[in-house]
Nanobody, 119 residues
Framework: QVQLVESGGGLVQPGGSLRLSCAAS????????MAWYRQAPGKQRELVAR???????NYADSVKGRFTISRDNAENTVSLQMNSLEPEDTAVYYC?????????????WGQGTQVTVSS
């Protein structure tokens, strides 16, 4: 089993910055991806950024140039640096980990952390 715990959410003014962190514990496979998703009221959950165990990254178009995802494999953590925040970034942000083993995938989620961008 894998447990994911997010931290770093809060209230910030437009143009401000926040840094989210996620700590993973349990059975972390050598081939895996970690990601941040977000879900706003009335919207579907969407991928924000993803990073592989080798460091390859993908970003949603809406956050490119503003957000940066990174990971520390030794500590089993993933972070999301969010700059130039906009009201449209307001959502619950979820940490995700996918373990890959042969033809199987194992998907895990954190409890979520609220990010509110408002004046």
């Amino acid at each position: 089993q894998v447990q994911l715990v997010e931290s770093g959410g809060g209230l910030v003014q437009p143009g401000g910055s926040l840094r989210l962190s996620c700590a993973a514990s349990g059975s972390i496979f050598s081939i895996n991806t970690m990601a941040w998703y977000r879900q706003a009221p009335g919207k579907q959950r969407e991928l924000v950024a993803r990073i592989s165990n080798g460091g390859s990254t993908n970003y949603a178009d809406s956050v490119k140039g503003r957000f940066t995802i990174s990971r520390d494999n030794a500590e089993n953590t993933v972070s999301l640096q969010m700059n130039s925040l906009e009201p449209e970034d307001t959502a619950v942000y979820y940490c995700n980990l996918v373990n890959f083993h042969w033809n199987e995938k194992y998907d895990y989620w954190g409890q979520g952390t609220q990010v509110t961008v408002s004046s």
